[in-house]
Every structure is written in C-alpha cells, then in structure tokens.
C-alpha cells in the first residue's frame, strides 16, 4: 500500500559526472553457418537442407575457404522449431513415419499422435536434423540489443539464460509490472508510466512520513531514480514483518549488471536526537528482484521502535530523515582492490 506522504529533497556535492552513457551500438546479426561442409552436407541431404555456398563466395562443396553458409531461404530454423510449441527443439527430436518432427516435451502432450498427419508417432528419431542441429553456429538472440557473440546450437540456450545483453524486468516495487526492456527503455517507462521521483546527483536527503505507523504490513513508498556517474540507481523504503518484529528498510539498486554494480558503493545514515544508524554496501543489480534483494536484509534495517524514536514527538506518526551518497570506486592497479573515488 502507498504511505500517506513523502518529502524529497535531493541536492548535489559536485560528484555527478555530467557525461553521457555511451550509446550502446546493436550488432549485426551474424549469419548461421555450417563448422564441418562434410559433415553438414550430408545430414543436410537428409532433411532437404540446401548448402548454398561457402563464405568465400565458392559453391557448396567448392573449394572456398571457411565454414558454409546456410541461406536463410533454406528455411533450417524452421526446420529446428516445434510445430506445438513453436520452440527450438533439441535431442532428443521426434518424427513420425512420414517425416513430421516435434520436439520430445511435446510428444506426450498430442498423445504421441504426429499433430501434422495424425499417424502414430512411434519412437522414431530424427537422426539428420540432430546431426544438422549440432553443426549449426548461430548468433544470441539479443543480437539486436548488443550482443555479438555466436554460439553452437546445443550451447546457445545456455549463454542466452545468462547474457548480459538480455532485457532487464522492470525495477518498480509498487506492483507486479512486467515490462522489460533496455535500461534507457525502463528509465523512460519509470518516469512515464509509474510517475517516479527523478532525481540527479549523488548525494540525498528524504523525509519518510506516515500517519499510522502500526500499520507495517508491506508498506512501500514510492521509488526514487538517482542518475549520476552516467549510471540510474533506484531507492527502495518499505516496511514488513521480519518474523515477529516490525521493520523499516531502505536499499539501493543498480540499474545494471552486476559485474558494473560492484564498481559503486552507497551508505545510508538515519537519527535524531543524537543518535543514528549508518549502513554502507554494494548497490545490488535489478537482476536480483527487489524481493530478493530485501530478503537477504541486504540494506538498512530499522526496528519500528528505533524508527518511532529516531521521529521524535509523541512517537505516533513517523517522520524519517534517510540521507544518504552514491560514491564510484577505483581500481588499485598494484593491489586490485577497490579505493573509494570521491572526486568524480
């Protein structure tokens, strides 16, 4: 639920790096090709796969230098996708007696029924289309968002569950949003479409209020976006039950990789009447789920009690001051370690 009210005031310290990010160039699409002619005409053969030519320009099984090329006309990604399920299909890859394939999952699902001509499936193989599979090279399917990289059949699912050019989910806290996009897409959909607070600089300063503060049960303000260094971070507030006990917590993520958040560091600081709470950490990449992260109590937590007295007055309605900075590292190139760069 949404907390009555909140203050925001951010100021900076001259840290922000006014350049831009650099704009990130999407890769041509590299096109599939055959690692073995020998090996690939044959199997190609098999399942009417014509070889079109080599990358030299020679005919197929000419004597051009480097790996076939297989035209996109010949229809082979086609031929790998499931009729069912529409899916790149992997060993192993089923046909049926009048050479209909389906990929082994879907199988069961039609009753072992071919779903093309409704002849009993059997436990044929398709043995040409495996052996045209693991000879095919083709390119990550986020090539249009970067990446370059090319990767063997069997091998490219793999990369792809882990490539840091794939989209990231939406970082917004406040409600189950499934958008996915670029970073640049998701800063435009923050500010758009959820209405968040935008804020440049590296250091701030927010009030956090609310009226009832007995009332913890996943309570969440609105997410705040920081931009410097080039880079967007998001400042997440939340209350919730930490077993028995009543908690306020406050976290930074990076809008990111995680690999480029470790090169930042953040300290939160709350108190009043002279006492307070500092924490200092590694923002956590949007990779990891704003759940997650509060799960792991990967932040500052304050007891509701401490909170209360960190409020002043009659300790009936909540007002928390959360300052806070955003510091980028630098590498020590004798050592390889970390040492806070603070003049940015």
């Known amino acids: 639920m949404e907390l009555d009210s909140i203050e925001c005031v951010s100021y900076s310290d001259g840290m922000e790096d006014d350049e831009d990010a650099a704009a990130v160039t999407s890769a041509q699409l590299p096109r599939p090709f055959l690692k073995s002619a020998s090996s690939a005409g044959s199997a190609a053969a098999a399942v009417n796969v014509v070889v079109v030519s080599d990358r030299a320009g020679a005919p197929a099984g000419g004597t051009g230098a480097g790996p076939l090329v297989i035209s996109p006309a010949t229809g082979v990604h086609e031929l790998l996708e499931c009729p069912v399920c529409t899916n790149s299909m992997y060993p192993p890859i089923h046909q049926c007696q009048n050479g209909h394939t389906l990929c082994s999952t879907c199988k069961t699902r039609v009753h072992n029924r071919c779903p093309t001509c409704r002849q009993e499936l059997g436990d044929i193989r398709c043995l040409a289309l495996e052996k045209v599979a693991e000879s095919l090279e083709l390119p990550c399917k986020y090539y249009s968002l970067g990446c370059p990289e090319v990767f063997p059949y069997y091998s490219k699912l793999k990369h792809e569950s882990q490539c840091n050019f794939r989209p990231y989910n939406c970082p917004y806290a406040g409600s189950e949003c499934s958008v996915v996009g670029d970073i640049p897409f998701l800063v435009a959909h923050l500010r758009d479409d959820h209405k968040v607070d935008m804020h440049s600089g590296c250091t701030f300063n927010h009030r956090y209020v609310k009226s009832n503060p007995r009332e913890v049960e996943n309570a969440t303000w609105m997410l705040t976006v920081f931009h410097c260094f080039g880079q967007y971070f998001c400042l997440h507030f939340e209350a919730f039950q930490l ?101 940015s």
């Open 243 to 343: 077993g028995m006990a009543p908690v306020y917590m406050a976290f930074l993520r990076f809008m990111g990789d995680e690999n480029d958040a470790r090169n930042y560091s953040y300290s939160l600081e709350v108190g009043a009447n002279g006492r307070k709470m500092i924490w200092e950490g590694t923002p956590r990449s949007i990779r990891d789920s704003h759940r997650k992260v509060r799960d792991s109590h990967d932040g500052l937590i304050i007891q509701r009690n401490m909170a209360l007295f960190f409020s002043g007055g009659d300790r009936k309605e909540l007002k928390l001051r959360v300052t806070g900075r955003i510091w980028k590292e630098q590498q020590n190139p004798d050592s390889g370690a970390c040492i806070p760069n603070l003049f």
